[in-house]
Structures are given as structure tokens and as C-alpha cells.
């Protein structure tokens, strides 16, 4: 008992002074050190070019046996199709028949039947096409041939169309497109109206014409009977309408006329420039190239209007100079190919293939600009070349496509690309005054042929100058290239570069908005002033190896 | 003499409900071990001989079992305590109370002494009946108990890695192997017998069938993480075992969705039923119990018993979690930047879940109940008055807690007094108090093993405590009288 009771009054007071949780102090004093792996990779030209722009390296760096880095920039300077150039309108041919038609055909004979006749009937047939043009034959892929017959007579017959130039070859004979009508009054009104879609393969032969004119000839020949009780009143009369519509040809041949044009102007966007501010890069050997396919049986004229180099950066354009084939001073004139009717036309392809050191273009394409832009003129059936007989099917087609290949291969330095980054560590930086330190390790294999040099610099909204990430901000955090022989990398470099964060540095970096980035790249530099600056080569599976860890001392002494 | 009780009661009561009122923290109560007037000792070594003809009692029996159900509640922290954490630390902070994180030091300390994996147990057994009756030497008891057993677990050296840091750590490597839960909810029904041979040997044993409610335990937690000191690249090694019986839900399907970039985890709700869930016989088990007691020399009584050895077979509602792997991490691979199409965060999720393989399954599985072992000896001074040293081992999923108790111990017809000390691993103030206090034919009596962690709950880690009431019926005359 006396146990108990001094449980019953001790317990109280012991626990009391230990319980009194509202006197408990919140202060938490914690030190610890923390080293992660953040990020590592390896980075190929291929790669690193694939992160500008994913589309890029499908569509812009050609691939080659050497594996070299060669860009390759493409634009069509010139396409045109045949159904662009010529076409076929729709266009209706009337005739009738009346009284004097009747009268001159004799009347009615003795059976009661009468004949009457108009052969070679001619009628312009308009062909949309060139300056002079004067076709000799076509070839239908497609018509449509409308027929309407409206009589206001009781007399039955027949009405025979028959077009005498309008042929197909058919089993080893020629045969003439013909086609007849019976006439089968109801009353005394007779009306016919149907259109025939078996054009196909017709040629229509356009040199029985006047010179000058393309012609269609039509044979008509309308029989009548008078059944003994229908005469051929004065009012009578049968009126014939035939109607060519959705014409398309599958063969032209003839001369096609002149045909002049200018294309462009056009450009090929040099994107990638954009983000250099400033430095040179000597490419050895670019390469201009025209490739021009041609299936239209036609003499062709073609060359450049004008050529420039428009740089943003230094404000100007500058003019493409050398054996260029400008069209006033050399045109190109293109090849024609086969005549293979009836069969596709194969098309002819000239490459006309222009060194660099053949123009200014490496001078031009040192100081990095922006574009290359151009215009290109054409003419159909030079006067250079005479009156010819041209041919086409309705899939001939011109098309030349520019090139301009960049081979990276050629020296730099002191190239220079910018970007400016937003940077926001957030309204509420308190965390950073958790971080006692902060060591970034760079581990970086260079594999490419040529240094690099980083710098980071950090401003504020009214870009005044925070801190730079690399030391001063005169300073850079340098990786060098590649061990380098004869152009070629042949080893890796490795440098490994610690980077230390203080409390103070993040102090600095808490009214910072903006991050300059600058990346500054020399191609392997020589000894001396005195020898020239080697040109080397890049090749699509140079890159470079990084692994990033870091490591943080953090610091928390707080009252929660 | 009936004052004397009569105020002892009444000093007595209030320090009961105290006692119930600040319940946190028990263990086995070891010191029942030679209260020999409480039938409830036998349960800890069925030879123990009892002086009287019969007993009965339990939840279910009317107004006793309910006034002062026999519970027996405990609760234990193997490695720290809460003056370990919160203390006065004088000087400049005066009367103040601190965290031991308020100093990089003391925090350090105290991360460093932990143990290398620190657990939070606890258990509670229920009589919901029990009974005894004497035939000739032979003494027949009948127990049902609903028993519960509860654990988490954590290892040191996640606390450590706070205080250090990954790249300053003490050791080669971060050990955070011991994540874990345990919970093992089961009935078990027994009938036993103590045959008195003669009188110098007596011996028990008792079978009990047990039927499994719930359970969830982690047979494998291992996690080690290692930083390379020069590339700070890390290495994760895991392997996880993990099984569980339990009614609420139904987890059908785990796999990582590559199409879907998520991880699809399958489960059914269950309808409770809570009747369903206690009368629920399809997880069976069998234990047994087996003691001796043999007198080599008057006076002198050496004791030795093993209880709950035995085990549970889960069938029902039974779900298995094995995951094993190495992870390597070398930070974020610069190269799948290059796909817009990736998502990289699922990305790591997708290899982190194919590096340890999840694999889950409903196959049944056996689990041991916690194996207690009791070797001592006692001896006589007077009648009523012994002395007994007693060694307590407690073996439960590969892990064995032992201890040595010291007691003077007091048996006279139904009413008992006990006063011990125990000495644990790292734990050397545990003076336990059991009292037994009969009038006519009704017992009660409470006990614990460290009555001075109520007094200083600051420095309690491992508490326990039992009370109950029993129906003692008749008494048999003592074996020392008819040797005398």
C-alpha cells in the first residue's frame, strides 16, 4: 500500500516536466550531404541535330558511304505539267436542215424518201494553247460528245453524223467515228438528246485545214420519208447540235507556240544560322546542283534570273557570281526526250553540277547567312530553236529541283551561338537557403573537332547583370576537341570540370529572369599566326560522351 | 482483517484504473510465471500444480468477465523510448523541452543507436473462457482466447540517411532493409492436462487448435542501396515476400500497362462481414503446449515449458507479393530526350517496375506463432514464500527475445504477490508487481512487469500488463503439508 501511494502522488509529478509539449521547442538543426547521378549520354552530330529539329535529319543530311556530315539543301525551282500548259475548252457545233436543203436535195422521189447532204462541214476546233501554235493531230484521252436533234416534223427518218478526220486503228484497220440518229416523230415534234463517252483513242488529224486554223470536219447526211401524207412544209426544219465538253488529250503533236515565264522568287532557308551571333565558318568544296527532268517533246530554255546571299545578321545580300547558268548571259537549254507514242513518254534527266570553286559561294557561305534566294525564267520553243514539231502526252512534265550541298568540312573560329532562356527559380526561393553547397561534376568526352566553350550569364528583368555560371562572366568553361590528325578525330578528350554552388550564388540568382547562353566553338587552331587554320572534317558518328552528377551539402537550422 | 482488504481494495482500484487508463505498453507477463494462486499460470507452463479443485472465467461469463475483463495487453519498442527523443536539454534552453533533432549531433546519436532494424509491437490476448477442473492427480483445463499480434517495423538506417546524407553515410552502403508490417489475428481453443506423477514430478501438455482471422506479414523486406563514391551512380538491390489473409480486398492483378503508361493495380472490394470474419474456420492451425516440473531436492523445484509451439495454415483470402531485382540508376539518359514521344517519367517507372518484377499470386502459406520458451527453477523458504529466477525466450519470425527474470513470490489460497525483476537486452529497469486478491470464490488480480514505466513513461520501452477475474472453486490440501 505504502507502494501504491507513492505511485499515485510521484507518477503525477514525473511525468509532468517531460509532457509539458507546449514547451517544446521547435528548433531543427539537420546537416547532410547528397551525391546523384543526374544525367548522362552520348550525343552525335546526328543526335544533337535531331534535337533542333526532329525533321532535319531525314530530310537534310544526305547520306553518303564515308558517313561525312554533308548538308544538303533542296528546292524545286521549276514544275509545270502538260495540263497546265495546254488545254481543251468545251466547244458546240451547230447545223440545220430546212426547206431549201430540201428543195436542193430533189424533194421527195418516188418512194416517198428524200436525201439531203452536207459533207466537210468545217468548224473551228479551239485548243487552248501558245502564242502561234498550230497543231497537227490529237490524241482524246476523254470526251464527252453531246448530240441533240430537235424536229418539227411528222416525217420519220435518219440522221447519219460522220466525223471523216476522227479515227481510230483498230484489228490492223483504220476505222472513222460515225454515229446515227432515227428520227421517230411523236406527232409532229421529234427531240433526241444523248452524249456518247467512246471518244477514246480517236485521233483527230487537224492538218486538212486552212493553214493557220485547227479544224473539225463533219460529214451530216439526214434521210426523210414522207410516210405519202407528210410533206416538207417551208416551216420545217430539224436542227443538229453536237457538243464537245471535259475534253482532255492524251497526245498533242504539232507546233505548240511559244511560251515565256518566270518562276520564284524562292528560297533555301539557311535556319540553322539564326542562332549564331557572331564567327565565321570556311566550308571547303559546297556544291550547287540542278537537276531537271523533262518529258515534254519541246525545246526549252532555262536559267536563273538572279541568285543572292541575304545574311540578317550583317544586314546585306550579296550577289552569286561564276560559271552560274544566269539566263541572259549562259541559259541552259534542256534535252528532249523520245517519242514513244503510244506508249509514256520516258523522261529525260540533266544534272548540271557546279564545284564551289567554280562561283563566290564559299565566300559567301563564310560569313553564315540566312538564305539563299533566287528566280529562274523559262522559255517554250526559243526562238533559238525554231519552228519544231513538238509532241506531249497529258502526263508530260518539266521539274528542276536546285541542291546546294554543304559538306562539313572546313575550319572555324570563334563561332558563336546565343539563346536566351527564361530563369525562374520561382517567387518562393526559400528552399535554395536549405543548400549549403552545390558541386556539379562535368564529365564530358569530346569527340568532336573542335572545342567548346560555355558560359552562362544571368540577368534580370531590366537586364542588368546578376552572376555568370562559369566564373567571371569574361570567363568560359572550355572543353577541348578531340585529338585531331589530318582533319580526322581520332581520340576522345576527356576533361572533367567541377562547378561549385554557394548560398551566395543562389542569393544572386533569386532576382534573376533571364539566362544567356553562349556557346563558342574553334575548330583545332594552329600553332602559329604564321600557318593557316587546318579544315576538318565532321562525320555523322562524331560526338561527345557526358555524365553529369552532383553533389549538395544541405544545412537546416530552423525553428518549424 | 476484512477492513485491511476492504482498504487495500479500495487503494488497489484506483491504481487499476490508473493503470488501465494510461495502458501503452506490455510485454508477456513473465512474473505470472510462479503465481501459481492465478489459474491463468498455467498457460505459461501447464505442469504448474494449482491448490484448489476448479476455476472458471472469461469475457463471456456474466458481470465478472465484463466489470474486469481478463485481458492481458502489452506493447514494446526495442530501441528507443520517448526521453530518446524529447528531453530537457538545460542550459540556454532553461525549462524547455527539445527534439534530439534540434542539434546535428545529438540527432546523429541518436540515429546511430538505434537498432539496425527497430520495431513497434504489439499484442493483446482476449480470454473469452477458460476452466479447470481436478480428477484424482490429474488437473483438466479448457481455454479459448482470442489472441492478436501487431507489429511495423523500420530500419535505422532510413533515419540515418536524413541526418548523414547518402554521400556522408557511415557505412558502405544504406541499409534500409526491415520495412515491414505484421498483424496475426487468430483463435486458438485448447484442452490440456497437468498430471501430478508424484510428488516431485509433475508434467503437462496441451493441444489447441487454432483458426486463423487475418494475417500479414513480410517474410522477406530487403533493401539496399549503395552510391559508387566516384560516379555517384546508385545501386538498388531489393527483395520483397510479403503475404497476407485478410477479408477487405481482393487484389486480382498487378501489372505495369506499356500502353497505357500506368501501373494497373486490380482489386475487388469485399462486403465485410464481420460475422463472417470471426466464425471463419478456413485458415487451421494446431499448436501444443508442454511443461515439467521436477523437485530434485526439497525446497527445490526446476522449471521448464514451451508454449504456442506450433502453426497456421492460410487459405482464405490469401495473397502473395514477391518482387526481387537490381536496379542501377545513372541518372536520366540524355539520348531519350531525342523522342518526343516518350514520357519519362512512366518511362522509369516502366523499367523500375521490369527490373524487380512483381509478381503476385494467391497460393496458401503457412506462419508460426510467436514459440515461447520458460526454463527456471524456485525455491521454497517458506510455505507460502518462494524465490525463483526464471530465463523467458520468445522466438517469432527468425527473431528471439530473451530474458532473465528474479522473483520473490507469495501463494496462499487464491491471493498472490509477486515482485520481480527482469533483465533484458538493453534494458536492465524492469521491476514487474503482480497482485492476486481472492474473496470467498472470486479471484482478481493484475500484474506488470515494469511498474516503473508508468511512473516514468518517458523511459518506458516494453510494457505489459494483465488483469482478470477468476471463479476459484474449493481447495485441495498442499503437497508440502503432507510431506511435513
Not at chain 2, 394 to 420: D, H, I, P
Request: proline content about 4%.
Amino acid at each position: 500500500m505504502p507502494v501504491l501511494m507513492v505511485m499515485l502522488i510521484a507518477f503525477p509529478a514525473c511525468i509532468d516536466d517531460n509532457f509539458e509539449l507546449d514547451k517544446l521547442s521547435k528548433k531543427v538543426q539537420l546537416q547532410s550531404s547528397w551525391a546523384f547521378p543526374v544525367a548522362y549520354g552520348s550525343l552525335t552530330i546526328e543526335n544533337m541535330i535531331e534535337l533542333a529539329d526532329t525533321n532535319f535529319v531525314g530530310n537534310y543530311l544526305l547520306p553518303n558511304d564515308s558517313n561525312l556530315v554533308i548538308l544538303r539543301l533542296q528546292d524545286t525551282m521549276l514544275s509545270q505539267t502538260a495540263q497546265g500548259l495546254i488545254t481543251l475548252s468545251n466547244q458546240s457545233f451547230l447545223m440545220q436542215f430546212n426547206k431549201a436543203d430540201y428543195d436542193s436535195a430533189g424533194g421527195f422521189n418516188i418512194q416517198g424518201i428524200v436525201t439531203m447532204t452536207k459533207e466537210e462541214t468545217e468548224f473551228p476546233f479551239v485548243v487552248d494553247t501558245l502564242l502561234g501554235q498550230l497543231l497537227d493531230s490529237m490524241a482524246f484521252h476523254s470526251t464527252k460528245l453531246r448530240v441533240r436533234v430537235n424536229s418539227n416534223m411528222p416525217n420519220k427518218g435518219q440522221l447519219i453524223l460522220t466525223f471523216p478526220h476522227l479515227k481510230i486503228k483498230k484489228d490492223g484497220s483504220e476505222n472513222t467515228y460515225s454515229r446515227m440518229v432515227y428520227i421517230k416523230p411523236q406527232g409532229n415534234s421529234f427531240s433526241y438528246d444523248y452524249t456518247y463517252t467512246d471518244l477514246e483513242g480517236y485521233v483527230l488529224d487537224l492538218t486538212q485545214a486552212y493553214a493557220g486554223v485547227n479544224s473539225l470536219f463533219i460529214d451530216y447526211t439526214l434521210k426523210l420519208d414522207d410516210g405519202n401524207i407528210h410533206p416538207f412544209n417551208p416551216e420545217h426544219k430539224i436542227d443538229i447540235q453536237l457538243d464537245f465538253e471535259d475534253n482532255e488529250y492524251s497526245w498533242l503533236f504539232g507546233y505548240v507556240g511559244f511560251f515565256e515565264s518566270g518562276f520564284g522568287p524562292s528560297m533555301i532557308d539557311l535556319g540553322l544560322t539564326e542562332m549564331i551571333t557572331m564567327g565565321t565558318f570556311y566550308v571547303e568544296d559546297p556544291v550547287i546542283r540542278f537537276i531537271v527532268s523533262n518529258s515534254f517533246g519541246i525545246p526549252i530554255k532555262y536559267g536563273f534570273d538572279y541568285v543572292s546571299v541575304y545574311n540578317k545578321r550583317l544586314g546585306g545580300t550579296e550577289p552569286l557570281t561564276g560559271n552560274v547558268p544566269f539566263f541572259d548571259l549562259n541559259p541552259g537549254f534542256l534535252v528532249q526526250p523520245t517519242n514513244s507514242y503510244p506508249y509514256t513518254i520516258e523522261q529525260s534527266i540533266d544534272t548540271l553540277q557546279i564545284s564551289g570553286s567554280e562561283t563566290n559561294l564559299p565566300q559567301l557561305l563564310y560569313d553564315l547567312p540566312s538564305s539563299i534566294d533566287f528566280a529562274v525564267k523559262i522559255n517554250l520553243n526559243p526562238p533559238e530553236s525554231g519552228t519544231q514539231r513538238n509532241f506531249m502526252s497529258k502526263d508530260s512534265k518539266i521539274s528542276v529541283i536546285s541542291q546546294l550541298d554543304v559538306p562539313f568540312w572546313g575550319h572555324t573560329e570563334k563561332i558563336c551561338f546565343s539563346d536566351t532562356l527564361n530563369f525562374n527559380i520561382g517567387s518562393d526561393s526559400s528552399m535554395f537557403d536549405y543548400f549549403k553547397k552545390v558541386q556539379l561534376t562535368l564529365d564530358v568526352d569530346n569527340g568532336f573537332p573542335h572545342d567548346i566553350r560555355l558560359q552562362g550569364i544571368l540577368i534580370d528583368e531590366d537586364f542588368n547583370h546578376k552572376d555568370s555560371i562559369f566564373g567571371t562572366p569574361k570567363e568560359q568553361i572550355i572543353i577541348e576537341s578531340g585529338v585531331v590528325t589530318n582533319g580526322k578525330v581520332t581520340s576522345k578528350t576527356k576533361k572533367i570540370t567541377v562547378l561549385e554552388f554557394t548560398k551566395e550564388k543562389f542569393n544572386k540568382w533569386k532576382d534573376a529572369k533571364y539566362l544567356i547562353i553562349r556557346v563558342q566553338y574553334n575548330t583545332t587552331l594552329p600553332s602559329s599566326d604564321t600557318q593557316p587554320q587546318e579544315s576538318v572534317l565532321y562525320y555523322r558518328h562524331y560526338g561527345v560522351d557526358v555524365k553529369i552528377t552532383t553533389k549538395a551539402e544541405i544545412e537546416i537550422d530552423e525553428h518549424l | 482483517m476484512s477492513k485491511y482488504k476492504i482498504k487495500i481494495l479500495r487503494n488497489v482500484l484506483p491504481l487499476f484504473f490508473f493503470f488501465v487508463a494510461i495502458q501503452v505498453e506490455a510485454q508477456e507477463n513473465i512474473g505470472m510465471y510462479y503465481l501459481h494462486s492465478v489459474p491463468n499460470s498455467v498457460r505459461l507452463n501447464p505442469s504448474t500444480t494449482l491448490d484448489y479443485k476448479g476455476y472458471f472465467g472469461g469475457l463471456i461469463i456474466p458481470v465478472s468477465g465484463q466489470i474486469l475483463p481478463p485481458l492481458n495487453l502489452g506493447i514494446s519498442v526495442n530501441s528507443f523510448c520517448y526521453s530518446d527523443i524529447v528531453y530537457k536539454p538545460g542550459g540556454a534552453f532553461g525549462d524547455s523541452l527539445a527534439t534530439v533533432f534540434h542539434d546535428v549531433g545529438k540527432s546523429r546519436a541518436f540515429a546511430d543507436g538505434l537498432k539496425p532494424v527497430n520495431r513497434i509491437d504489439f499484442h493483446t490476448y482476449i480470454d473469452l473462457l477458460h476452466f479447470g477442473f481436478r480428477t484424482k492427480n490429474v488437473f483438466w483445463h479448457f481455454s479459448m482466447v482470442e489472441k492478436v499480434e501487431a507489429g511495423v517495423s523500420f530500419p535505422r538506417d532510413l533515419l540515418r540517411l536524413l541526418v548523414y546524407g547518402n554521400d556522408d553515410f557511415p557505412d558502405p552502403y544504406v541499409d534500409l532493409s526491415g520495412f515491414g508490417a505484421k498483424a496475426l489475428h487468430y483463435r486458438e481453443i485448447g484442452l490440456g492436462i497437468t498430471h501430478e506423477q508424484s510428488t516431485v514430478f509433475s508434467y503437462g501438455v496441451k493441444a489447441k487448435a487454432l483458426f486463423g482471422m487475418g494475417n500479414l506479414q513480410f517474410d522477406k523486406s530487403t533493401l539496399e542501396w549503395r552510391t559508387d563514391p566516384v560516379t555517384g551512380n546508385f545501386i538498388f538491390n531489393a527483395d520483397f515476400d510479403i503475404n497476407a489473409s485478410q477479408p477487405i480486398v481482393e487484389v486480382t492483378d498487378l501489372y505495369y500497362d506499356s500502353e497505357g503508361d500506368s501501373l494497373v493495380i486490380k482489386t475487388n472490394q469485399k462486403d465485410l462481414d464481420p460475422i463472417g470474419y470471426v466464425t471463419n474456420m478456413k485458415n487451421g492451425g494446431i499448436a501444443i503446449d508442454l511443461g515439467a516440473t521436477y523437485s530434485p531436492v526439497s525446497n527445490l523445484k526446476l522449471h521448464a515449458s514451451v508454449t504456442d509451439l506450433g502453426f497456421i495454415r492460410w487459405n482464405d483470402n490469401v495473397t502473395n507479393l514477391r518482387a526481387k531485382g537490381e536496379l542501377n540508376f545513372t541518372g536520366i539518359c540524355l539520348n531519350d530526350f531525342l523522342d518526343d514521344s516518350l514520357d519519362m517519367g512512366n518511362l522509369y517507372i516502366d523499367s523500375l517496375f521490369k527490373t524487380f518484377d512483381p509478381k503476385l499470386s494467391h497460393d496458401s502459406y503457412k506462419t508460426t506463432i510467436p514459440l515461447k520458451m520458460f526454463v527456471g527453477a524456485s525455491y521454497q523458504l517458506a510455505d507460502i514464500l518462494s524465490f525463483g529466477a526464471l530465463y523467458h525466450g520468445r522466438l517469432w519470425n527468425n527473431e528471439l527475445n530473451s530474458s532473465v527474470t528474479l522473483s520473490a513470490n507469495l501463494n496462499n489460497r487464491g491471493f498472490g504477490l509477486v515482485v520481480s525483476y527482469t533483465l533484458m537486452k538493453d534494458s536492465y529497469k524492469n521491476i514487474g508487481v503482480g497482485l492476486a486478491l481472492k474473496l470467498g470464490g472470486w479471484q482478481t488480480f493484475l500484474m506488470t512487469d515494469n511498474i516503473l514505466d508508468p511512473i516514468f513513461p518517458q523511459n518506458a520501452q516494453k510494457v505489459s500488463i494483465r488483469f482478470g477475474t477468476n471463479w476459484i472453486l474449493g481447495r485441495e490440501k498442499k503437497h508440502t503439508s503432507l510431506i511435513n
